[in-house]
């Protein structure tokens, strides 16, 4: 980084309207200190976020209230990157249901929702100034798997495009399926393309990409695992390689999982433990896209739903939910371990956490 750019750090959050929902920090990356610069209010929990950099563009999911009922919604922000302040540009209405995720393709023209309640995914146009434009379509998932509360109906929990823009995939946890889209960019249409199975009872939650394109990663929330997947992009299919767990040998309380993440060299793989509150570690091995153990590090609070790499892949920054703080670590890209920094601070119920190099001239 130059001294005519900065690291600017936003955190979505549960919260009410009339609470602060999303914050901004700023970033010190000799440190890793973090020093807020804004805070937003007015958006029922804006509790995941996508980061448009390029385009100074923040999108946050959100709830709007019709007739007693709670549906989809998200919301559109300018960001100030001098200054480090956001400023709402529009809100619209998603699917019927609440969303627990949204993603940005490639091409900057459309975002892509999931709603765990009501077991939908809906495709979202957007304007040409960043605006939130109006809903292009909506799948309905339907089935279930083997876990009788929390598998009994389908619970897509995310939706990520491929890297070549060509397919939405969509870990289900209700399903145990990660539902492949195929992207109809002139239609505005999400075109069913297939299904890959992962085991009974582990409930897919989120998925990464290698860097690379030939791998992908699920992290399953219910069994605590993560799937590792060989990924034929010109076929647009996942094939299965390995299944590891995410917690230490000998573990025995409860415990689910959240987040994953490749590092930005593609060396390592990140994911969040809740129960156990780590950070688990692996090597990926990059001719075979297979994972070797390195470590689980403590997030020094409760419930890390979230955590992100900064673009380098020399910090990580975990989103502890219960225990309402945000904590910074250093990545050892050598090793890929985790140190703490010393650096923390405090939000409310932080659940997501992006970071991105700003231009401040």
């Not at 936003?10 to 929902?21: K, L, N, T």
């Not at 804004?38 to 100074?56: C, E, H, I, M, T």
């Not at 492949?180 to 299904?195: C, I, Q, T, V």
């Not at 309380?253 to 793989?269: C, W």
Request: contains cysteine.
């Amino acid at each position: 980084m130059t001294d005519k750019q900065k690291m600017l750090v936003f955190v979505g959050s549960y919260a009410e309207a009339a609470d602060s929902g999303v914050y901004v920090y700023d970033m010190d990356v000799e440190t890793g200190g973090l020093t807020e610069l804004d805070r937003v209010s007015g958006v029922q929990n804006p509790s995941f976020l996508n980061l448009d950099a390029a385009k100074n563009r923040l999108y946050a999911i959100g709830e709007r209230l019709e007739d007693g009922r709670r549906f989809g919604a998200a919301v559109s922000f300018a960001i100030d990157s001098v200054q480090g302040k956001l400023r709402e540009l529009n809100r619209a209405g998603t699917v019927e249901t609440t969303t627990c995720h949204i993603q940005r393709d490639a091409g900057d023209r459309f975002l892509v929702v999931a709603s765990y309640s009501g077991g939908q995914v809906g495709l979202v146009e957007i304007g040409a100034d960043g605006t939130i434009g109006k809903l292009l379509d909506a799948k309905q998932h339907e089935g279930g798997s083997v876990h009788p509360e929390r598998q009994d109906r389908p619970h897509p929990h995310s939706a990520f495009f491929s890297p070549d823009n060509r397919y939405v995939f969509v870990p289900d946890l209700g399903m145990d399926r990660i539902r492949a889209y195929r992207l109809n960019s002139e239609a505005g249409k999400l075109e069913f393309h297939g299904d890959t199975a992962v085991q009974p009872g582990a409930g897919p939650r989120h998925l990464a990409f290698h860097p690379s394109g030939a791998y992908a990663y699920v992290i399953n929330e219910l069994d605590s695992t993560i799937t590792s997947f060989r990924y034929d992009a010109a076929a647009g299919t996942l094939q299965t390689l390995e299944v590891l767990s995410t917690l230490p040998s000998g573990f025995e309380g409860e415990n689910a999982t959240a987040e994953v993440q490749v590092s930005p060299d593609g060396n390592y793989l990140y994911g969040s433990n809740r129960g156990h509150d780590s950070i688990v570690v692996y090597a990926i091995d990059a001719d075979t896209g297979k994972l070797t153990l390195v470590e689980h590090t403590s997030t020094r609070g409760g419930h890390p739903r979230h955590f992100s790499l900064s673009p380098e892949g020399d910090f990580l920054l975990a989103a502890n939910r219960d225990s309402d703080n945000i904590v910074v670590f250093r990545v050892d890209k050598e090793t890929g371990k985790l140190v703490y920094t010393g650096n923390t601070v405090q939000a409310s119920k932080p659940v997501c956490v992006k970071m991105a190099v700003f231009s401040v001239r």
